[in-house]
């Protein structure tokens, strides 16, 4: 539950700061023809927190997008084993994104960012932590289908 809170305040504030960055830039840039210099590579850098991390929190609440016709006509048995057989397939996508974004990060290391001159370590670290996050939930939801589910289904 903490980790849960955690992300979606996260996220929450990351896109109240993304909305002010953008709105700021908009007025400043229109109105006073001075623009912030570093203002769309923060609002890049906090989209894709969002996204990443947003996409665990989804994956929690079974709110991506899943075609039930096939399990919930099946039986219990095979209904469950597809569960396990996606389930792993996500999770075997998702530890090669988490794999390759952890070669990226550490490719880039130092190197700033153009405009807020962070290393870029930071925002490519992003890729990694938001699929174990979403390993993490894959996992929670394959042992408990019933309270976390992997999607939603609309049939009932």
Known sequence: MPVELAAKRSCQAAAVVMATIVLAQVVLRYVFRAPLIWAEEASVFLMIWVA??????????GAHIAMNLVPARLPFF???LLLAVSGAAMIGFLALVLWQGALLAAFVGDQPSP???IPMVWPYAIMPLGA???I??????LVDPQTRPLSRSESG
Do not use: D, I, T
């Open 52 to 61: 990443f991390v947003g996409a665990g929190l989804a994956l929690r609440e």
């Open 78 to 80: 095979w209904s469950r």
């Open 115 to 117: 405009a807020l001159r």
């Open 132 to 134: 174990a996050f979403m």
């Open 136 to 141: 993490l939930e894959v996992v929670a939801a």
